[in-house]
């Protein structure tokens, strides 16, 4: 007979948790979509695509999100292959970039890194990169897109060490690009994946190594010389595979592919999951909880207002750390103290939520929430412990808000607590001054949601005044009386929990103050404070 102990230990091994992040257009939803059909979570290629096109029209989600078109929401994408359970997490993009793009990665066990091969490392890879790295999660790179001119892949993995910071080590070569795509080498198993057209399943012919004079004959003797020029190159001058870097974060394994030929993902998808993490043990206020023996743990990561409007409920996705889960069961809901019954917990699938009954480390479930929930509390069966508190990030866009109505003012901060509590905008109060608020977002639609959640459900019409600053670095109280900075272009500013952060109008300015305080250390992220 199995124990509770064997059978999580058995689930367990079989979760991937994993987040894609990238940049918009890089080809997400094309890649998210390829895997999915690997699993067979969906029979039609176009499902995902269309879910993103029509999503508005066939959910029902908040107004907002009808008007824009787009939307505010997450979703955990789940699919079994090879007697894997893999978890995707959503990470939205484009307009609705928010913080919860930032904080869905805090529930990722490892990451997807997907980069245009014709544009390289861009902006939004990066800020995402830098929250990965902050949690030192492995990070597996796809470059998309090699049915198409793109960068010499050689400068594509330089861009990775030179904008990034981080070390590759390429498992395939692709052998030209666009019109003249060949396919790649595959680096571990020695064989050419020959590209035979899109959709096309890949030739593979093994070989007995990259000289292989039956390779001339496939690629033509111009291509196999550079082949195997740049593969000893890389033997030469690359990184070899290191599976300890990489679980550390230092090393991104690299595949070359094309989502959208479905050329390359089969081999990714089977190396990532021979390769990525299992959910391992996750660090609390009471040390390491190790993801079996511990009974039943998690933590919210993200609350999602509205799912259905007309029973005005929320959701809070709780990353499960530790033991099993099954439904009904009664946790301690450790910041109130309290105990909560989970008895209507969610599991997404590709498309439809469904009610799920045992749920184990590494997945994600969705609970009714009814308002006692806040971004980073912890659940668990027994014990009394805290998984390490999600951190702020540093805001981009900033705007003071006032309500309109001063009778309205005890729901206007109603509102905004709760608002602040889900995490939907981060609230300061300016120094000394505790009547005047700002807001902060990481994506400007943060506002709109906001302002229009404070109207409909508390019934608070505000104004919001956009403010010229940037960035937001949180200090140390003691720094403060010392620090030199120009009180003209500069706020500081109090966190809900008390903690003082300076904002800044420009990237100048915030060198310029970082240089003149060198002793002084300034923070991206309330993390560690
Ligand atoms: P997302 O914004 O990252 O989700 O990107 P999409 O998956 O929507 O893709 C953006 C565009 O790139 C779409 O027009 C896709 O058809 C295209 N695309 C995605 N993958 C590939 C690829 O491998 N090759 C080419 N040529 N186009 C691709």
Redesign the pocket.
């Known amino acids: 007979m199995q124990t509770l102990q064997e059978e999580v230990s058995i689930e367990m091994r079989k979760r991937r948790t994993f987040a894609i992040i990238?940049h918009?257009?890089?080809?997400?939803?094309?890649?998210t979509e390829k895997l999915l059909l690997f699993g067979g979570a969906i029979r039609e290629a176009g499902s995902v695509?269309g879910r993103?096109a029509n999503r508005h029209a066939t959910s029902d989600w908040m107004e907002i999100e009808k008007q824009r078109g787009i939307s505010v929401t997450s979703t955990v994408l789940q699919f079994t292959y090879r007697d894997c359970h893999i978890n995707i997490l959503d990470t939205p993009?484009?307009e609705d970039f928010s913080e919860d793009t930032y904080r869905t990665l805090t529930a990722a066990d490892s990451v997807v890194m997907?980069i245009d091969a014709a544009k390289g490392v861009e902006p939004q890879t990066i800020k995402l990169f830098e929250v990965c790295r902050m949690r030192g999660i492995p990070i597996f790179t796809f470059m998309?897109?090699?049915?198409?001119q793109g960068k010499e892949p050689l400068d594509l993995l330089e861009e990775l060490e030179n904008i990034l910071g981080i070390r590759s080590c390429p498992m395939n070569w692709p052998i030209g690009m666009g019109s003249d795509f060949k396919g790649v080498f595959n680096r571990q198993e020695q064989c050419l994946e020959r590209y035979v057209g899109r959709n096309e399943k890949p030739e593979k012919i093994a070989v007995s190594d990259v000289e292989d004079a039956h390779l001339t004959e496939l690629l033509g003797e111009q291509a196999h010389e550079k082949l195997q020029e740049d593969i000893l190159l890389l033997d030469i001058a690359g990184d070899p595979f290191d599976f300890d870097r990489v679980r550390a974060g230092q090393l991104t394994p690299v595949f070359f592919g094309?989502?959208?030929?479905n050329f390359g993902v089969e081999t990714f998808l089977n190396q990532f999951i021979d390769l990525a993490p299992l959910p391992g043990p996750r660090q609390t206020d009471q040390g390491q909880m190790d993801p079996v023996t511990t009974p039943f743990s998690g933590f919210v990561f993200k609350i999602q207002a509205n799912m259905n409007p007309a029973h005005r409920d929320r959701v809070a996705f709780i990353r499960i750390c530790t033991g099993k889960f099954e439904r009904g069961m009664n946790v301690h809901h450790v910041r109130t103290g309290k105990k909560t019954s989970l008895s209507q917990p969610q599991q997404f699938f590709a498309q439809d939520r469904a009610i799920v009954e045992t749920a184990y480390p590494g997945d994600i479930i969705g609970i009714f929430d009814p308002g006692t929930f806040q971004i980073g509390d912890t659940l668990c069966e027994k014990g009394n412990f805290q998984f390490e508190k999600l951190p702020l990030f540093s805001p981009e866009h900033f705007a003071r808000v006032t309500v309109k109505d001063t009778m309205k003012h005890k729901q206007f901060h109603k509102g905004l607590e709760q608002l602040a509590q889900e995490g939907a905008v981060q609230v300061f109060r300016i120094a000394n001054r505790t009547e005047d608020i700002v807001l902060g977002a990481v994506g400007q639609l943060q506002f709109e949601v906001f302002e229009h959640r404070l109207q409909a459900e508390y019934g608070a019409k505000v104004e919001l005044y956009r403010l010229p600053y940037q960035f937001a670095r949180w200090i140390a109280e003691s720094d403060l009386a010392s620090l030199y900075y120009d009180r003209s272009s500069c706020l500081t500013v109090k966190d809900l929990h008390d903690r003082y952060v300076m904002l800044f109008p420009d990237e100048y300015s915030l060198r310029f103050v970082t240089d003149k305080n060198p002793e002084v250390v300034f923070h991206p992220t309330s993390y560690g404070l």
């Open positions: 990238s918009p257009d890089a080809g997400k939803t094309t890649l695509k993103k993009g484009h997907l998309n897109k090699l049915d198409r094309s989502a959208i030929a």
